[in-house]
């Protein structure tokens, strides 16, 4: 290359040793000679003289245009809208109502959006009368949780009669698709662990709770969110100072231990014993409200 074609802002090999460097100006120095000054990558500057016999070690490195697209632009577009989406909620604080098939009341908003999920971890209690719409609530949670992405993995446990309307409203209202489990998701399933494979999921609590081996396989899984409808089924009583615990509630103890947010909903939380209420408060936190309370 010769000295002449040596230009402000081009990129030289052949200057310093085993690396290039940017060229910030060039002063001649006669005929024969230019003094260059240069910037190199990490940002220090020097200079170096170059003489005619140096022409043969100098390479000019074509680095482009260093802010131009060579991607695709679907692909850009696509992930410019992902990333979108992403932050949606940044500036839009009720993300699910908007992007949900619903029309929440007053109470199911405030419900949401300013008790559950302020909450961090979530363990709670959705108690609301039968028809209240707890469904549509605990839709909204998940919707707003994953936009949020703080979901990707959901379990729901209900009554065996409730599982198919589950899957239906959340489908119907809240495009969400959850699976309902069955045993032959587990003979089916390449680990034979279809709690480890399925990110959403709908399950019977009867079937839990009565089958120590699926539980088993249970325990080896974690979820960012476990739902429990019809939780008042998982109870506990005292006779004396000794609690009787039911297969449904050493269940939910377990479920607590596998999940980072817990939702208990129940229409009936409270039977008129307050130390069974208290065992049934434990299940969402067992340091607070384990034990019974002593009188006087």
């Not at 802010?67 to 839009?92: M, N, Y």
């Not at 559950?116 to 919707?143: C, E, H, W, Y």
């Not at 100072?241 to 129940?266: P, S, V």
């Amino acid at each position: 290359m010769k000295l002449e074609d040596i230009t402000k802002d081009m990129v030289l090999t052949g200057i310093l040793s085993g690396t290039a460097v940017k060229v910030v100006t060039v002063e001649p120095s006669g005929d024969d000679a230019i003094t260059v000054y240069y910037k190199t990558d990490d940002g220090r500057l020097g200079e170096q003289m170059l003489f005619r016999s140096n022409e043969a070690d100098l390479q000019p490195i074509d680095i482009g245009r260093p802010w131009s697209l060579d991607a695709k632009p679907e692909d850009f577009r696509l992930g410019a809208e992902a990333l979108r989406i992403h932050l949606a909620h940044l500036f839009d604080p009720l993300m699910a109502i908007h992007t949900s098939n619903v029309d929440p009341l007053p109470h199911q908003i405030t419900a949401v959006y300013e008790e559950m999920l302020n909450r961090q971890p979530l363990r709670f209690v959705l108690a609301d009368d039968p028809g209240a719409g707890k469904t549509i609530m605990s839709g909204l949670l998940i919707r707003e949780l994953m936009v949020r992405g703080d979901l990707e993995r959901c379990l729901i446990i209900c009554p065996g009669s409730l599982v198919d309307q589950w899957q239906d409203e959340l489908d119907r209202k809240f495009n969400l698709s959850f699976e309902i489990f069955s045993r032959d998701m587990v003979e089916s399933s390449p680990s034979a662990n279809p709690f480890a494979e399925k990110d959403f999921l709908i399950a019977r609590i009867d079937q839990l709770s009565r089958a120590e081996d699926l539980q088993e396989k249970l325990l080896n899984t974690e979820w960012d969110l476990i739902v429990v409808d019809e939780a008042h089924k998982m109870s506990a009583s005292y006779f004396g100072n000794e609690m009787k615990t039911t297969k449904r509630y050493q269940l939910g103890e377990k479920l607590g231990a596998i999940c980072r947010h817990f939702l208990l909903m129940t229409a009936t939380p409270h039977n008129g014993k307050e130390e069974d209420f208290q065992a049934f408060m434990a299940l969402i936190d067992s340091d607070r409200f384990y034990g019974k309370n002593r009188d006087g």
